[in-house]
């Protein structure tokens, strides 16, 4: 199983970005799919998921209103749109790949996903 995560790079605060993850060997509706990112000196943390079931959507407060995730079948890939960029949203982005059959509460935490795309950077300028 393969995740490549592309689509990230440098924008000023209130601009927008569309990362893009590309699965080979896991079919992203059979999946739940989530994005992390990762901050210089802080811990990985959940941003957005779309999960197989009716391929219903879920936020962190954080990007609630600002970011949506959706999914491309016929190019089995993962699209997170993300807008009104702020600072703060300045990390390194990784697309990661769970079971299908994840529950809601487990959505949110890391170890329950099994494969991790390799991260892209985003960087908000003030």
């Known amino acids: 199983v393969q995740l490549q995560a592309s689509g990230g790079g440098l924008v000023q605060a209130g601009g927008s970005l569309r990362l893009s993850c590309a699965a080979s060997g896991r079919t992203v509706s059979r999946s739940t799919m989530g994005w992390f990112r990762q901050a210089p000196g802080k811990e990985r943390e959940f941003v957005a998921g779309i999960r197989r079931n009716g391929g219903d959507t879920h936020y962190a407060d954080s990007v609630k209103g600002r970011f949506t995730i959706s999914r491309d079948n016929a190019k089995n890939t993962v699209l997170p749109q993300m807008n009104s960029l702020k600072p703060e949203d300045t990390a390194v982005y990784y697309c990661?790949?769970?079971?299908?059959?994840?529950?809601?509460?487990?959505?949110?935490?890391?170890?329950?996903?099994?494969?991790w795309g390799q991260g892209t950077q985003v960087t908000v300028s003030s």
């Open positions: 990661a790949a769970g079971p299908g059959s994840l529950i809601l509460s487990s959505l949110w935490r890391s170890i329950y996903y099994d494969y």
